[in-house]
């Protein structure tokens, strides 16, 4: 919203020592966001004066054009104080008259600089200038001719012309509609600076009487109130006074005439959007309803539009002739030839006139104040300041006929504790004050005993609960007044056991050398193809988003890999090859949903209704997925790097059980998009948590990913329920018994199902095992394979002697010999 200072101060007493920047000041402290300060001659750069044109001479020219030969009386502003010479185009101005003259040196919009140069036979020292040439108007068909008492030849034309005007650019948030005219901004000045506002909106209007124009209101729920007044006898060829069209330009519309230019002034003075109607051009009474299905109209920037019977139309017996809030109809439209006006103010549902606009993408001046809410108060006094306005410089008469439809409804009223403002800003606030900060904002206040009541004024409809008092009583006091006090952390408030568990998860794999990643949890048809996952894979059992960002990923996802995947591939396109990535994020599993219910917003869900909501709610599982390319561990002067495998895959998983606490089993399987036989299913207990392993070579090629990437992915949901309290390491001052042997087995037995039995084996004195080789060759045998173990024995109360240690090892061997026929190697 930008707003004159000088329109403000007609408005507000300020004090005198009250600068720009401290109303600014203030104003932003208040709420309205300062945007910018700027002049409307700012740009220009003098000088520029008033001149009086002494004589010209008309001069044709080759081309058939007419220039005139000008002396222009400019008094002592061109150092000399005798006529300046000036060639002029134009053809609409004549000796005598007043004229704005930049001289050599200006600069005039869009660094047009001003010199004295030879045209036309002749050097012109300067440009006597037309309002487009100034940036202050469209018409520049002909210079500004101004009246006779404008000044005298040589004054500066900048304060004239209101070129030094100061404008303030505020930023009205949508809950401040008030604050989208000078009645509002200066509403607010006035309580910055505690001094007295003269409220334009205050006047006497006469009585309606029901003989204006006829109006019937068919959706009262749409158009609490509605206002006509009539003007006829109107000069529709009188110009805009040049006052008034000046302030309409600071506030940056377009002057287009009289009758229109009134309206705009009058809504951005009250902040009442106002409608005229050419009176001759209307056919029986207005009414106001419903449009039906499919009705058209052309609206008046010349769109037909196809009406929806959700939309509030303003019609007369030829049909639509306007979109209720929004924009009128090319039908009724004011014209160069109306002097039958009739003046339209009401007051129209907010919502309603939201819906609307944003249906036929059709945002308005008058839908922006409408849709956040106009004083419903408001209608009788802007319709009476039009039609003053009109009859002032226009002519014509006001009929004494006053049409009013409906009523506002009936102010609201909030009780709050007088002391809730002091309790939720940690401000000293006594009761006096919040009572008398709530009067200042034009509440109607009364205390009793330990509570206020406040009825809130028409036109702050934002003003709804307890809190919105508190925070008009804080912006008063000052935000800059409330405290910087550190509350005192409550005791037993830290994270949750599981906010602690999932820490401990991202510790242990950025301890691992892995970072974390955030992906979008969107997925589409492609990236699950790029999977290589079957038809009837469950992961593609997805949900729609009704409004997804993109139509290439209209899913939510299954499975984090294809973020995960896509990011890892992305590194690799700009020359980083080497990664470990991870993510903990939830996924959609829409098992069994039924649809949500439409439940009004007015109040709680019942029980049963909540019931039905949570039915229609997904399983979010939170999953945890790494994914590994290029090296794990770098080429350096200290020899070879290795590159990342399927284990590194595995052991992140291992990794993270082991912080948690819980044992992982891994066995071999066949799932999509590992490769299969270097594919493992990861366990706890019975319980399948996810796989991990070396991607199919397929869907490397697919996802642009390096050869052999590595991927795990878990239910991390399913691990943290078994996770072990957290507990500190065992630590035996005995010393510990190592023993190494070597089991010569089938080639297709898995090394861990061979560890476990090891484990079970040697029973409770063996503390680890570790595979440490792997061997295949002609000393063992076709389809047989040495796997080397190392154990470590170790009890918490004593020195193991030899018979205990050589039990322990032949205990385990015994039991690798019979579940597996193992032999061992010589």
Avoid at 265 to 273: A, S, T
Avoid at 440 to 469: E, I, K, M, Q
Avoid at 664 to 687: I, K, N, Q, T
Avoid at 710 to 739: C, H, N, Q
């Amino acid at each position: 919203m930008r707003a004159p200072v000088s329109w403000i101060r007609e408005l507000v007493e300020l004090p005198a020592d009250v600068t720009t920047e401290k109303l600014t000041d203030r104003l932003t402290m208040l709420g309205l966001k300062l945007e910018a300060v700027e002049r409307a001659g700012g740009d220009i750069q003098g000088p520029l004066v008033l001149g009086r044109v002494l004589s010209l001479a008309e001069e044709p020219q080759k081309n058939g054009k007419i220039i005139r030969w000008c002396q222009v009386d400019v008094g002592d502003a061109n150092g000399t104080g005798e006529p300046q010479g000036i060639v002029c185009g134009a053809h609409n101005f004549a000796e005598g008259d007043l004229v704005v003259v930049v001289l050599p040196g200006g600069v005039l919009p869009g660094g047009f600089a001003i010199s004295a140069r030879k045209t036309y036979g002749h050097v012109s020292a300067g440009m006597i200038c037309s309002a487009r040439e100034l940036g202050i108007g469209d018409d520049h068909d002909g210079i500004m001719v101004l009246p006779a008492d404008a000044g005298q030849p040589g004054d500066d034309a900048f304060g004239y012309l209101g070129l030094d005007e100061e404008v303030i650019d505020l930023e009205i948030n949508p809950d401040r509609a008030y604050a989208l005219s000078l009645r509002g901004i200066a509403r607010e000045a006035a309580l910055g600076f505690g001094v007295p506002f003269q409220d334009p909106a205050l006047r006497a209007t006469p009585e309606p009487n029901g003989t204006g124009y006829p109006v019937v209101v068919d959706a009262p729920d749409g158009c609490p109130v509605f206002v006509t007044r009539t003007v006829t006898g109107f000069d529709p060829s009188a110009p805009t006074p040049r006052w008034m069209a000046q302030r309409l330009q600071q506030a940056g519309m377009r002057p287009i005439s009289l009758a229109v230019d009134v309206t705009n002034y009058v809504m951005l003075e009250l902040g009442q959007p106002i409608h005229g109607y050419d009176g001759d051009r209307l056919s029986g009474p207005i009414r106001v309803r419903r449009a039906v299905e499919g009705e058209r109209l052309t609206t008046l920037d010349g769109v037909e539009r196809t009406l929806s019977a959700e939309d509030l139309l303003i019609t007369d017996d030829s049909g639509p002739i306007g979109l209720a809030g929004v924009m009128g109809g090319e039908t009724t439209e004011l014209s160069a030839t109306t002097s039958h006006v009739v003046i339209e103010a009401a007051h129209f549902d907010p919502v309603s006139i939201f819906r609307t606009q944003r249906r036929h993408k059709l945002p308005s001046e008058a839908s922006k104040r409408f849709e956040r809410g106009v004083d419903p108060l408001l209608p009788e006094a802007a319709a009476d300041r039009v039609a003053e306005l009109l009859v002032a410089h226009g002519g014509g008469t006001v009929t004494d006929g006053v049409t009013k439809v409906g009523a506002a409804p009936e102010p609201r009223s909030i009780t709050i504790p007088t002391g809730l403002p002091a309790r939720v800003t940690g401000m000293e606030i006594p009761a006096h004050t919040a009572v008398a900060n709530l009067e200042s904002v034009g509440c109607g206040v009364t205390v009793d005993g330990g509570s206020l009541t406040a009825v809130v004024p028409s036109w702050r409809p934002d003003l709804n609960d307890p809190f919105d008092l508190v925070e008009e009583v804080a912006r008063i006091v000052g935000y800059d007044k409330v405290p910087s006090v550190l509350p005192a952390a409550p005791a037993g408030r830290g994270l949750t056991p599981a906010q602690s568990l999932r820490r401990r998860v991202g510790r242990a794999l950025a301890g691992a050398g892995f970072v974390e990643v955030v992906s979008f949890p969107f997925t589409g048809p492609a990236a699950l193809d790029a999977l290589g996952l079957d038809e009837d894979d469950e992961r593609r059992n997805t949900m729609r988003i009704a409004n997804a960002l993109s139509n290439e990923q209209p899913y939510m996802t299954t499975t984090l890999l294809p973020g995960l995947l896509e990011t890892a591939a992305r590194n690799a396109g700009r020359g980083q090859p080497d990664v470990a990535l991870f993510e903990t994020a939830t996924v959609t599993l829409p098992r069994g949903t039924v649809a949500a219910p439409i439940l009004p917003v007015d109040r709680r869900p019942t029980p049963g209704e909540w019931d039905d909501l949570q039915k229609a709610l997904p399983d979010q599982p939170l999953h945890l997925a790494v994914v590994l390319t290029g090296e794990r561990e770098r080429t350096g002067w200290w020899g070879p790097g290795r590159a990342a495998t399927w284990s590194d895959a595995i052991q992140a998983v291992r990794d993270v059980a082991q912080v948690l606490g819980v044992e992982v089993e891994v066995r071999s399987a066949s799932v999509a998009p590992w490769h299969p036989g270097r594919c493992a299913e990861l366990l706890v207990g019975d319980v399948s948590l996810g796989h991990a392993g070396e991607l199919h070579p397929k869907v490397c090629t697919a996802f642009g990913l390096p050869a052999r990437a590595a991927a795990a992915e878990i239910d991390l949901d399913l691990l943290l329920e078994r996770a072990a309290p957290p507990s500190g390491p065992v630590v035996s001052s005995f010393p510990v018994a190592k023993e190494d042997v070597a089991l010569v087995v089938d080639a297709a037995l898995p090394a861990g199902e061979l560890a476990a039995t090891l484990r079970e084996g040697a029973g409770e004195l063996l503390e680890s095992v570790r595979l440490f080789d792997l061997y295949t060759g002609a000393q063992v045998g076709g389809g047989k394979k040495s796997l080397a173990f190392a154990l470590r024995f170790r009890a918490p109360d004593r020195t193991l002697n030899d018979e205990e240690i050589t039990a322990a090892r032949e205990g385990a061997v015994a039991l690798a010999a019979e579940r597996h026929g193992a032999v061992l190697r010589g």
